[in-house]
């Protein structure tokens, strides 16, 4: 039997059985549509985070404490202040280092501007961080002073423009030369002047409303060192380079640093915990591969869901055969062989299988702009993803016709005559 004349056939039983089809596709269509949906969603979450980190060049690296949590998978950042003063002299004594900007955080719990008040710490609606920091900090072209200049007393500070977007939703205008109080862990209060207001494309805050003071006198944290001696320490900082040129040397330098044994912060680390010291290229790729793995999970949940179709098809299939028993008779009585049979019903798997697979790609698109569209993010279109969908619909068409391609070559035809 030629190819064409069993599309022909297989394409007449789909559409003599127009609602029987629709719901037998719907499984393929849900599955491979939800994988498509999760692609989109986060190729969109991931080209929004990390979009504007990728037209900046800056000659900077972070440092900070990491670890892997309990699951074994993604990264968990360590706030333990490891890294000493002393640490913090002898990196800037380092060939190719122009700066370190040591970052702490203070202990705040409730801000107050006029007569709205935010609550301190991370995660929550509303909420804010306090750091102190330096003012090398601001060097980079990654922090734009919108409005104002970084502090220069030790009451004065920088506020990001997602607390001033915070504080403007709820009808205060936040400006430079005003005034804001922030209560501390234990009762203290203290009452700071906003100096300048910044545009934060570091990729350091998320999108979480930030004061930053400077260090001292604010920041009082003190461990025992290595030495037995008292000295502020810090959990994290940012190291600028001369240049975007001796950037990669100059990581490679503070990286041999850190992996000193003399090092403070080496010898004040827990055994599972890592010293990381990442450029911006560095922060996107482990950003895009926790969004990748993110993703991928959600899609392979959606996936079951294929599996679920792919069964839909095979029973149908297997239906299709009773019913056309007679049809299966009259076929081999003319002289149709095994393979003849067999490739009617696999093709007809086959159709249902990529009808599913076009129209899951179509709703999984549909459905992931208009996820995008209401987040803010922009469109990303998941091309690998979309042809492994079709290969994806095209194997489950196939492996689902299988058995039951295999049940109909081997009908007896005489008995297939006899049937009603």
Known sequence: MKFTESIRISWRAITGHKLRSTLTTLGVIIGIGAVIV????????????????????????????????????????????????????????????????????LSATQLQYEDEQLTGGAGFSGAFSIEATTTDLFESDLWEMTEGDVFEGENESVVNEELVDVLDGQGIDVSVGEEFTVRLEGGEQRTFTVSGIVEDDSATDFGQPNVYVPLEPHYTTEIETPRETEEPAFPSMVIGAESVEQ????????????????????????????????????????ITDIVDQFALFLGGVAAISLLVGSIGIANIMIVSVTER???????????????????????ESLILGVIGAIFGVLVGLGFGYLGVTLAGWPMAYPVDWILIAVVVGVVVGILSGLYPAWRAAKVDPIEALRHE
Not at 72 to 87: A, F, H, K
Not at 325 to 347: H, N, P
């Open 38 to 105: 999760f692609m989109v969603l986060g190729g969109g979450f991931e080209a929004d985070l990390v979009g504007d980190l990728e037209d900046e060049e800056e000659p900077i690296m972070s440092v900070q404490t990491q670890t892997t949590p309990e699951g074994g998978t993604g990264i968990q950042t360590v706030d333990t202040p490891i890294y000493t003063q002393t640490d913090v002299d002898e990196l800037r004594e380092i060939e190719g280092v122009e700066y370190v900007a040591p970052d702490g955080s």
């Open 247 to 286: 950037l990669e040397e100059t990581q490679d330098r503070v990286i041999e640093y850190f992996e000193n044994e003399d090092a403070d912060a080496q010898q004040l680390k827990e055994d599972d915990h890592s010293i990381e010291v990442q450029t911006i290229d560095d922060v996107i790729e482990q």
């Open 325 to 347: 028993t007679r049809e299966i008779g009259i076929m081999k009585a003319v002289g149709a062989r095994k393979r003849d049979i067999v490739q009617l019903f696999l093709v």
